[in-house]
């Protein structure tokens, strides 16, 4: 595990799982911005404040030229069950292989909460450019106003 990936890093290229059980890379947005944004769990109220965020205003990060992607360890049954729920529209991928794209990236990491040890998601935000490199990092993510401020960065404002 790596302790940290930042700007100007290659984001990695490791295959996550799409709610159809298709397989999902990030080289497969080459050519465009990415936006990866990393979850702790479907169906929590951070988590799906955030997703509707994301959705919300998929329609400018695309008009921007930038695609998005949510990711949390939950399954792929799970993703889709979550997304049809809230109407998301964002897309989602499952990383629940171990050694996966948030091992990999440092960001599955031990939490503690009320006195418990758990393994868990630390909120991550990644803006990938067309390249395949990172251009900004969004460490440990407050959700409100968190999606209009990747969108900004993605528009370069």
């Known amino acids: 595990m790596t302790d940290s990936f930042g700007p100007g890093d290659a984001f990695p290229d490791i295959a996550l799982t799409a709610p159809d059980g298709s397989v999902v890379r990030p080289a497969d947005f080459a050519g465009r911005k990415l936006v990866v944004f990393f979850y702790p769990k479907d169906d929590t109220p951070g988590c799906t404040t955030e997703n509707k965020d994301f ?33 998301l529209t964002a897309p989602l991928a499952s990383d629940a292989e171990e050694g996966g794209l948030s091992d990999t990236l440092g960001i599955w990491t031990e939490k503690v909460n009320y006195g418990r040890t758990y ?17 900004r990092v969004w460490n440990k993510v407050k959700v409100k106003g968190h999606a209009e401020e990747v969108l900004k960065a993605v528009q370069g404002k």
């Open 55 to 87: 959705s919300e205003l998929s329609s400018q990060f695309e008009a921007a030229g930038a695609a998005l992607l949510g990711v949390s360890k939950d399954p792929p049954k799970k993703h889709l069950k979550f997304a049809e729920k809230h109407g």
């Open 119 to 135: 393994m868990g998601m630390v909120r991550t935000t990644y803006l990938v450019d067309a390249a395949g490199k990172i251009e």
